[in-house]
């Protein structure tokens, strides 16, 4: 049958796909618009398949609260260039994605995925954009976070970000100052208590086996271990490190500046680039 410019051009529209594919779908479907649409998916599908080995090192870290600063979800949406992650579409499907989430707080990435989003799911979109720009898009991470204030900060790139849970409202800007710690320094946890087990027991297998390379006494293994492990604490958990901006009292110190009472509650970040 005949293919109207008009009718490949209004398929376009609907999908973002190229003007050839948007023909050959509605020649391959015999004008049935529905079915070409469901062609488009399918072979967007195809090309996600295909690219799924692909890196997605490139894309668009969001960070976002509701108006009560009490929710917040950290989300990425990535890519393979910058050049696909400068795109407005791309930027706006990111957009939406993240305020899909934080409207629903899914509980996990699964649960995101499965969210309704435009004509189809949140998974449905990201194989779309995989099959307009050729590319692998994919969300290789989402995380929620619940306190009784949350700040946010991206850094200008949209490669790094971070949400911040603090036990109850401090101003918006020593909020800011906390998450752009967090995005800089990089830390494991908020205090040496809370820090993960594995983290601990890894970190002190490894000093260990240096301090016996080294050769010193058995006995004076552990001690010379922990008096490392204490540094690590100093250097990677959030309250003993040093406070970035002011350079010589710790983020604890500095957060009781601000309130004797607010404790950080909690933290996510993500960078791209790690």
């Known amino acids: 049958m005949e293919i109207k410019a008009a009718d490949v051009a209004k398929l376009r529209k609907m999908t973002g796909a190229g003007m050839m594919d948007c023909k050959n779908a509605l020649v391959e479907s015999d004008g049935d618009f529905d079915r070409a649409q469901e062609i488009i998916r399918e072979k967007g599908k195809l090309v996600a398949a295909k690219r799924a080995d692909r890196e997605t090192t490139e894309g668009s870290v969001i960070a976002i609260t509701n108006e009560a600063h009490n929710k917040a979800i950290l989300v990425c949406l990535g890519c393979e260039t910058d050049f696909v992650a400068k795109n407005q579409e791309f930027q706006d499907v990111a957009n939406g994605i993240a305020k899909v989430a934080l409207d629903n707080m899914p509980a996990d990435l699964d649960a995101l995925m499965s969210l309704r989003f435009a004509d189809g799911t949140i998974a449905d979109a990201v194989t779309r954009q995989t099959g ?3 590319e692998k898009h994919a969300i290789p991470f989402y995380n929620k976070l619940e306190a009784p204030y949350i700040s946010t900060y991206i850094h200008m790139n949209h490669k790094v970000a971070t949400i911040v849970g603090f036990s109850k409202a401090i101003s918006p800007e020593a909020g800011k100052e906390i998450a752009m710690q967090i995005t800089a320094m ?6 040496r208590e809370s820090c993960p087990q594995e983290v601990i027991d890894k970190e002190m297998h490894i000093y260990r086996e240096q301090i016996r390379m080294e050769g010193k006494p058995e006995d004076m293994v552990e001690k010379i271990a922990l008096g490392k492990l204490n540094k690590f604490f100093k250097e990677f958990t959030l309250e003993d490190q040093i406070f970035v901006k002011e350079g010589k009292i710790t ?3 500095y957060l009781k500046t601000v309130d004797p009472q607010v404790k950080v509650t909690g933290f996510y970040r993500y960078s791209l680039n790690d």
Not at 186 to 191: E, L, T
Request: charged share 25%.
């Open 132 to 134: 307009k720009s050729g």
């Open 186 to 191: 990089v830390p494991v946890s908020v205090n």
């Open 251 to 253: 983020v604890k110190e």
